[in-house]
Nanobody
Framework: QVQLVESGGGWVPAGGSLRLSCVPS????????MGWYRQIPGQERELVAV???????NLAESVKGRFTISRNKLRNSVYLQMNNLKPDDTALYYC?????????WGQGTQVTVSS
């Protein structure tokens, strides 16, 4: 079993920045994709950004130009740099790893953006 440890959430005013980090409990793991999802209470979890094993990335339209996903291949860690944050970005952000047909989730880190 792999545990994902997220950090970096918090409160920021609109226009501010945060950087989320996700580190797995095991690094000797083949990762096919690493990503970030977010969820607002009462709504479905939505994809924010994903980076694949080949380095290609995919970002939600609502965050393009503001968020950047990156990884550290040696540590199998993934990061989400969030700039120009908006109140609509307020949500619980989850780290997600896909490895050989299995999926792992972090516990979530809260991001709150005030107007």
């Amino acid at each position: 079993q792999v545990q994902l440890v997220e950090s970096g959430g918090g409160w920021v005013p609109a226009g501010g920045s945060l950087r989320l980090s996700c580190v797995p409990s095991r690094t000797a793991l083949r990762i096919d994709a690493m990503g970030w999802y977010r969820q607002i209470p009462g709504q479905e979890r939505e994809l924010v950004a994903v980076i694949y094993i080949d380095g290609n990335t995919n970002l939600a339209e609502s965050v393009k130009g503001r968020f950047t996903i990156s990884r550290n291949k040696l540590r199998n860690s993934v990061y989400l740099q969030m700039n120009n944050l908006k109140p609509d970005d307020t949500a619980l952000y989850y780290c997600n790893f896909r490895s050989m047909g299995r999926e792992f989730w972090g516990q979530g880190t809260q991001v709150t953006v005030s107007s």
